[in-house]
């Protein structure tokens, strides 16, 4: 897959150079023309801009700025010799151009790379299927599927419709200005989507592996894998998770001794101990639960007979409303596993250097406090 993936990558960059190519083109030509209004010009060089910055350009969320840009005074991209194709049946024909290393005609851009990088990948990829006993073909056809479908491209340059007056052979050069699209009606054999006995032999190796790591005490593992029906499987490991980590929090020299309790806690963290445990499960459970709305702070500080009474308290909540925090906590959940585990385990400890600091200061000091209270 990652063969096949940098493949489809280069035909990505390719067919993008061609749109872009041939809008500047369009742009430079039309300045000149008097039925084109500057408006348009300016509406499509702005679009340009914005479409090349997309992930996957040729996806239909990006549909409408790609018509745009191709055809300005249309509503749909204008077709090609070949409108609809099959997916199946056109990945089939890429395998059989890089087997037969042919370097023209569809779906190459004139001057790309693709047709020298295709040939290298299907063979590569043979070479894979041949190596698992499985047949070639049949395989570099879901692999390519699979990879396509991640770049997500639905509508791809073509060659220019056939024109009836002009004689002489089809030109066979893809153009910015022509499309084709997916969705082509797959043929009955193609629809049948089992498991294919290669995907059934990787399925297994992926199973054997899983259980592999799942049973080694010594093995990597992430909290991210973990269900909460699964969280007792955690009991015999020797290791923390791959992704405890500490925390980056931005803090000064009065508040060194937060990222010391931090490194002190995974430093001399030892799974068999029952809070250890009991700890790093709950860190788990609560990187599982993290809301992702929350209420708004006070704008000023709370009067106390707001909060004398619990309807008084209730009273003054429903005053506020809700709002989202575009926080790295509402992403990154394992900050909580880490955190969380730290606290309880930092408590706990009379040698932690929260303890400490607890000691000296009768409490557990505002920078603690500021970022763990939220």
């Known amino acids: 897959m990652v063969i096949a993936h940098l493949a489809i990558e280069v035909y990505v960059n390719d067919i993008k150079t061609l749109v872009t190519s041939g809008v500047d083109k369009w742009i430079k030509d039309s300045k ?3 039925d084109i209004f500057p408006q348009t010009l300016n509406r499509v ?14 996806d239909y969320a990006h549909y409408l700025l790609l018509c745009e840009i191709v055809k300005p005074d249309g509503v749909t991209l204008p077709p090609s010799s070949t409108p609809q194709l099959t997916l199946r049946t056109f990945l089939g024909s890429l395998i059989d151009l890089g087997l037969r290393q042919a370097k023209g ?3 190459f851009v004139k001057g790309g790379s693709f047709q020298h990088i295709l040939p290298v990948a299907v063979n590569k990829i043979k070479i894979h299927a041949i190596s698992l006993g499985v047949e070639p073909v049949p395989y570099m056809a879901e692999i390519l599927e699979r990879v396509w479908i991640l770049f997500r491209i639905h509508n791809i340059p073509w060659t220019a419709p056939s024109d009836p007056h002009r004689r002489g052979r089809h030109s066979g050069l893809v153009v910015y200005n ?17 498991p294919k006995p290669h995907q059934q032999h990787a399925a297994a190796l992926e199973q054997s592996l899983k259980l592999a790591l799942r049973n080694d005490a010594d093995a990597p593992w992430s909290t991210g894998d973990i269900t909460i029906q699964d969280i007792h499987t955690i009991l015999h490991r020797h290791m923390l998770p791959e ?10 020299e009065r508040s060194g001794y937060i990222g010391e309790t931090y490194r002190y806690v995974r430093d001399n963290f030892a799974l068999p101990d029952p809070l250890h445990q009991l700890a790093l499960i709950i860190g788990i459970i609560f990187s ?16 106390f007979h707001q909060l004398s009474t619990e309807e008084s308290t209730r009273e003054y909540l429903n005053t506020f409303g809700w709002e989202t925090w575009p926080k790295k906590g509402l992403t990154q959940k394992n900050i909580f596993v880490s955190m969380t585990a730290t606290y309880i385990i930092a408590l ?6 929260l303890r400490k600091y607890f000691a000296t200061h009768q409490n557990l000091g505002r920078f603690w406090n500021d970022k763990h209270s939220k």
């Not at 060089?45 to 040729?58: A, D, E, N, V, Y």
């Not at 706990?348 to 250097?353: C, E, G, H, V």
């Open 32 to 34: 000149d023309d008097d």
């Open 45 to 58: 060089k702005k679009g340009l801009t914005l479409w090349k910055q997309k992930s996957h350009p040729f």
């Open 105 to 107: 005609g569809p779906p």
């Open 178 to 194: 022509a499309w084709s699209h997916f969705g082509g009606q797959r043929a009955p054999e193609q629809l049948l989507r089992g």
């Open 243 to 252: 992704d405890f980590v500490i925390p980056v929090m931005g803090l000064d």
């Open 288 to 303: 599982k639960l993290t809301p992702n709305v929350f209420m708004e702070k006070p704008a000023q500080s709370v009067a």
């Open 348 to 353: 706990y400890d009379a040698d932690s250097p």
